[in-house]
């Protein structure tokens, strides 16, 4: 009996099983406008589903940057459109806007992405009210070769008002208009601001006169995916922000072997200093302090000289040209020379102690300054310092400088 009674609960559950599929057959028939079959429920062939044309194709690889995204209808409407990028492990919708007629959509940034996936998610709805849908997806050009640019001062530091915005490349940019317009260089309060190229690496950014103090400035970089030079695309999408401090500038009298430091257009203090020596002069010019160092090492071979000199412990040092010419500590030179004779190398020295002292001239100088702030070099028996030795840039007339734009 027991046997008899396992077929029949069989026996039923099989049958449960038959009505189910019919009930559910039944209606999905019911859903559809007249069609049978479960291929209503995704739109009938030839309906909106099988026209919304997806562009680049599903699938797609390798998608170059100049290729157009774009969905499209031919008839019926577009109700919704989805596009996801995903890139550098992040996922970021793509905004675009469907056309009034409702028959395309098109991104608001017409250009791809490189190294980048894209999803697209797209229902249509015809006249009769009918949905379908599309997805499609297709990963764009990775380029072999990338570039960036090290910016000058550093995010978040506060600056002497004569900073020059400096942006360096580790590739040569050929086409310096595409990059040119990808960086973009604000201030608050709004100052003119314009660039110029030295040499196809280097793109600088200045106002026409030194920095209001507090003044807040941005460094826009949007140089990801520019083209700078054929196949070779920039990396980088950031922003570098710093704040300009007071106005400190600093004037060496390289005749009298004396520099008066200015704070705020006052006189703080008259220092003796000794400058270059008969041919190893100190360059004449503005000079923008482009790195403080509390002790640094320096030799003669690293400048073009002999082996003259090779000193491990240079204290309070600070850069004001590429081409090795600082403000430093001295502390080997006797007392006497300071303000009395040049005997440097092209540096300008102020009398230090070994180790540095906080309060010998170096010292207070040094606690006083600025990455940003100026020294200015007057009546050497040098020319003036190149405009792009260092931040030099100021040494440079306002229409000059504007013509080193690369756009037109």
Request: net charge positive.
């Amino acid at each position: 009996m027991n046997h008899v009674h396992g077929r029949a609960r069989r026996a039923g559950a099989a049958l449960a099983a038959v009505l189910t599929w019919a009930g559910l057959l039944a209606g999905v028939a019911g859903c559809t406008s007249g069609g049978t079959g479960l291929g209503g429920v995704f739109g009938k062939p030839g309906g909106p589903g099988e026209g919304i044309g997806i562009v680049p194709d599903d699938g797609d690889k390798g998608v170059r940057p100049g290729r157009k995204l774009s969905v499209r209808v031919p008839q019926g409407r577009l109700e919704s459109v989805r596009v996801v990028k995903s890139q550098d492990a992040r996922d970021t919708p793509v905004p675009g806007r469907i056309s009034a007629d409702g028959r395309r959509w098109d991104p608001d940034d017409r250009r791809l992405a490189l190294a980048a996936k894209y999803t697209v998610d797209a229902v249509a709805v015809d006249e009769d009210g009918r949905r379908s849908a599309r997805h499609a997806s297709f990963t764009t050009y990775v380029p072999e070769e990338r570039f960036i640019g090290y910016v000058a001062p550093e995010n978040r530091s506060t600056v002497g008002t004569g900073m020059i915005v400096s942006l360096e490349f580790n590739r040569e940019i050929t086409d310096r208009a595409a990059v040119e317009r990808a960086v973009r260089v604000s201030a608050e309060p709004a100052v003119e601001i314009r660039p110029h190229w030295f040499g196809d690496d280097r793109l600088d950014f200045r106002p026409r006169h030194y920095w209001r103090p507090g003044t807040e400035v941005t460094v826009d970089l949007r140089l990801r995916d520019v083209e700078g030079a054929r196949g070779v695309y920039g990396l980088q999408h950031k922003k570098v922000a710093f704040t300009v401090g007071r106005s400190q500038v600093s004037v060496v009298d390289a005749a009298r072997k004396t520099m008066k430091v200015w704070r705020d257009g006052e006189l703080l203090s008259t220092v003796p200093v000794t400058a270059g020596a008969a041919g190893t002069t100190t360059y004449n010019g503005k000079m923008v302090v482009a790195e403080m160092l509390d002790v640094t090492r320096m030799n003669s071979r690293t400048v073009g000289f002999g082996g003259e000199y090779d000193i491990p412990d240079v204290p309070h040092a600070m850069r004001l040209t590429a081409s090795g010419t600082f403000l430093h500590g001295n502390y080997w030179a006797p007392r006497e020379v300071f303000g009395q004779t040049n005997v440097s190398h092209g540096c300008v020295g102020l009398r230090d102690v070994r180790g540095g002292g906080a309060d010998t001239p170096a010292g207070w100088f040094y606690d006083r300054s600025l990455v940003g702030d100026v020294v200015e070099v007057r009546h050497s028996k040098d020319r003036t310092v190149a405009p792009d030795n260092g931040l030099g840039g100021w040494n440079m007339s306002w229409r000059r400088w504007r013509e080193g734009s690369a756009v037109r």
